[in-house]
């Protein structure tokens, strides 16, 4: 089997994902043109079902399972958006989900996985343990790992937002997606390039975790160390597969400020009267602090979650 | 002159304004239809231009002055949505604004009005200074006063919100918008009941500042006195123009509890990821709080506006 998906797995999982995802809208704002100097076209990812482009990846892996895999379930480790995606791809499919969380993980993350009917096992806060308890699920019930990134049809399916974006937006000059563990900007690169090798891709990641920009420059996986960043969704580091990727067709990483990610949010929440979350105000923080780059390009910018803490903003 | 608009005041309205406003979508939300007991459909006049449905009013006005009219402008005292819609809709189309504002209003709401281009003359933060400004400048410019809601062409054009939604849900069997002066709650029943007579139509309005309540309970206007709500889009009191369109086809008045108010805006950012404004809330705190008169009912919600200062929420 590939390693790495090319442009037909992302076009393939659009197929078979697209009955069963939300086909967001592509939104402008003129008055954030008129600030950034750059017409500016924003795939709303935070409108996607869970709140998140992670349903996209999470919904792909689950329709990807043999008949014997769907029949003993799947299982991942993790408190944010992947946690709750995968929860709801699977239930609603009929396939059993096993969530490993730190128990430190908020209130309000345990009880939307829950919801989703997602059996939730606890362990200490930290990358081992959580490690060590998705295995031992694995061992008792055969679940298959649904990695948030190092996964091929996980990849793949987050391809299709920028797919879906430029079957709309063909004239796009760039694209700009957040880079955490690299998944979504793996994914957006393979489509991006697939339909226009001239597509410029950029990935907007924080200064504050900013491994992806340091893998690049010195040509090899420099892993975020204590990352520590408003953009909660941004904290994981790359892995071979997306590094690879990354590395071929990505034609940037743009690191930005913590403040830059901060007035971002706000103008996109005041101008265009969305909730976004942090790790999506990336993508415009690196256009504001970026302008020469974008000067007279279409600038298509993926905003891949709208799951944010409302007693806990950062303004 | 007629003194209040019907059905085709409502339709000419729409042919004028149409072309200048933003088509807003109508949104949807499993977990709200859930959570409510109702099928809701959310007209989001938070993503109209200058955010807020305001500015359907303010265009229609404009668009009816006479050619003398437009050369001498138009004035209006207020700090809220009804300035910037005013201010917008009338120095976009070549008409000067005179904006009348107490000099208490945030600086937030001044950049906004003169960012459109409209000269502010700041006053005392009392009703009667408003007034003998606005006066006065009438008086000097020959201005065209244009009230926020005691008036007949704003009246029409508040109405082609529920018009345009109606067009897309001809199926809904009620309608709720809140309610403040009663320009927007006027305006929509008198669209919806045009189009269908069967249609319930309900405005919300804070307990707090519940003047349409008392005023519909006694059969005459009762000001409010001293009202004090979140809802800062529904201080105002009902006139007799608006009063007897409500009285004829309103069916009802719910009031909503502060709290609940804050409760529903909160479900909405969460969950459908949009940024509204409390006043916009009342219309989901109406149905939340009164389950039994909407059960079965599709219920067409009209979220007003999403102009909110981030610094300062409610939670």
């Not at 880079?179 to 990641?205: D, P, Q, R, W």
């Amino acid at each position: 089997m590939k390693y790495i998906p090319d442009f037909s797995d992302v076009i393939a999982a659009s197929e078979l994902i697209s009955p069963y995802i939300n086909q967001t809208p592509v939104m402008t704002s003129r008055q954030l043109n008129a600030l950034a100097g750059v017409d500016l076209f924003f795939k709303c990812e935070n409108f996607q079902k869970v709140g998140a482009f992670k349903f996209r990846g999470a919904t792909n892996a689950v329709m990807n399972l043999t008949e014997a895999e769907r029949t003993s379930g799947v299982v991942t480790h993790s408190s944010g958006n992947h946690a709750a995606a995968l929860a709801h791809a699977a239930v609603s499919r009929g396939v059993k989900a096993f969530i490993v969380m730190p128990e430190t993980a908020p209130e309000v993350k345990r009880k939307a996985v829950s919801g989703y009917g997602a059996e939730i096992t606890f362990c200490k806060p930290t990358l081992e343990a959580r490690e060590n308890t998705a295995a031992a699920i694995i061992q008792q019930t055969g679940a298959t790992l649904v990695h948030p990134y190092n996964n091929f049809y996980v990849i793949a399916g987050q391809g299709t937002a920028a797919l879906d974006m430029l079957a709309h937006c063909r004239f796009l000059d760039a694209i700009v997606a957040p880079v955490g563990g690299g998944g979504l900007l793996s994914g957006t690169a393979i489509a991006a390039k697939g339909i226009n090798k001239k597509i410029l891709v950029y990935g907007a990641e924080p200064v504050m975790a900013d491994d992806a920009f340091r893998s690049m420059r010195e040509g090899k996986i420099l892993p975020s160390v204590n990352p520590k960043t408003i953009a909660d969704g941004l904290l994981t580091s790359l892995c071979e597969r997306t590094f690879s990727v990354i590395q071929e067709n990505v034609n940037a990483i743009l690191t930005v400020s913590e403040e830059a990610i901060i007035k971002a949010m706000m103008l996109i929440w005041e101008r265009m009267k969305i909730v976004i979350e942090p790790s999506s105000a990336t993508v415009l923080a690196a256009v504001m602090e970026n302008k020469k780059v974008f000067e007279g390009k279409k600038t298509g910018l993926i905003i891949s979650g709208g799951n944010v803490d409302l007693k806990n903003l950062p303004f």
